[in-house]
């Protein structure tokens, strides 16, 4: 079930820990502007996403970023985009960072930097009632939706030559969708046999629909998902990585990761540009 006690104890005690040292650590430019500007993609449940309740933003990603501007000395500004646009407001200097459930690949490592912050990786799943998938390759020839702002496309293409089409069965068909929760209504709807989002992610979806989902097989490949940042941002990749791993050993990292029921997802210690 997912835990949903907060973790405002710990991160009042890790603010009470700032000091002028670390905010130091910071690009000259953002510690005399005192904020981060994070662009989110709201949409990602349990990493980022607006309270029925309330329509404020929260999810794990708010939580972490939110622990580490309060560990820096700084305040969070948070900056709602299209994730089209993520990648070039970094380039232009819209945005410091991108803190919204973003993998790291080759691809984007062309132009910015991650620091990695999850592990998990594309998950194929379906309706709980759908006897004719049990396995992953009774989904060879069938109509899979997946995000098509994702690399979750390329995956399923990739896992398809392997496990169908090399073993004489018909190519898994890749239907593009306007995100997750587009994935989510036309499988419902019966125009997809199956959908893959982030196996991080769906854990959470199961416990807001109790029966509709079932998982079917392993993850599709292991990848990271990572804080984005300009790539020539030394300074701000080094800040970072390191007020992370701060929070990684004092345990507030920890506590997030267990607030939202990710804990298969956590890491151990700080990465950057793990993913390929």
């Given at each position: 079930m997912l835990r949903t006690a907060?973790?405002?104890?710990?991160?009042?005690?890790?603010?009470?820990?700032?000091?002028q040292a670390q905010s130091?650590?910071?690009?000259?430019?953002?510690?005399?502007?005192?904020?981060?500007?994070?662009?989110?993609v709201p949409n990602y449940?349990?990493?980022?996403?607006?309270?029925?309740?309330?329509n404020q933003l929260t999810g794990f990603d708010y939580d972490l970023g939110m622990a580490l501007v309060e560990h820096l000395g700084i305040e969070m500004r948070w900056q709602e985009s299209a994730f089209e646009q993520m990648i070039s407001g970094l380039t232009t200097g819209r945005s410091d960072i991108v803190l919204s459930g973003m993998t790291d690949t080759a691809e984007?490592?062309?132009?910015?930097s991650f620091i990695n912050y999850l592990r998990s990786g594309p998950q194929f799943y379906t309706l709980a009632d759908n006897s004719d998938t049990d396995v992953a390759t009774d989904l060879c020839g069938k109509r899979v939706g997946t995000s098509r702002r994702t690399n979750f496309p390329r995956e399923i293409e990739t896992w398809s030559e392997a496990n169908c089409v090399a073993e004489g069965l018909p190519?898994?068909?890749?239907?593009?969708t306007e995100g997750s929760?587009?994935?989510?209504?036309?499988?419902?709807?019966?125009?997809?046999?199956?959908?893959?989002?982030?196996?991080?992610?769906?854990?959470?979806i199961q416990s807001m629909e109790p029966g509709a989902y079932k998982i079917v097989g392993e993850p599709l490949a292991y990848q990271y998902t990572g804080i984005a940042t300009a790539k020539d941002n030394i300074e701000l990749i080094d800040a970072l990585s390191n007020a992370l791993d701060e929070l990684i050993q004092n345990g507030v990292y920890g506590d997030i990761i267990e607030k939202w029921g990710l804990e298969?997802?956590?890491?151990?210690?700080?990465?950057?540009?793990?993913?390929?």
């Open positions: 907060t973790v405002t104890t710990t991160l009042i005690l890790s603010g009470m820990m700032v000091s130091q650590e910071l690009p000259d430019d953002i510690t005399a502007k005192g904020y981060l500007t994070a662009a989110i449940p349990p990493l980022e996403f607006k309270d029925p309740e309330t984007r490592q062309q132009v910015v190519a898994i068909e890749v239907i593009g929760a587009d994935a989510r209504a036309q499988l419902r709807q019966r125009r997809l046999d199956a959908a893959v989002q982030g196996g991080e992610t769906l854990p959470y298969d997802s956590a890491v151990e210690e700080v990465m950057i540009n793990a993913g390929s």
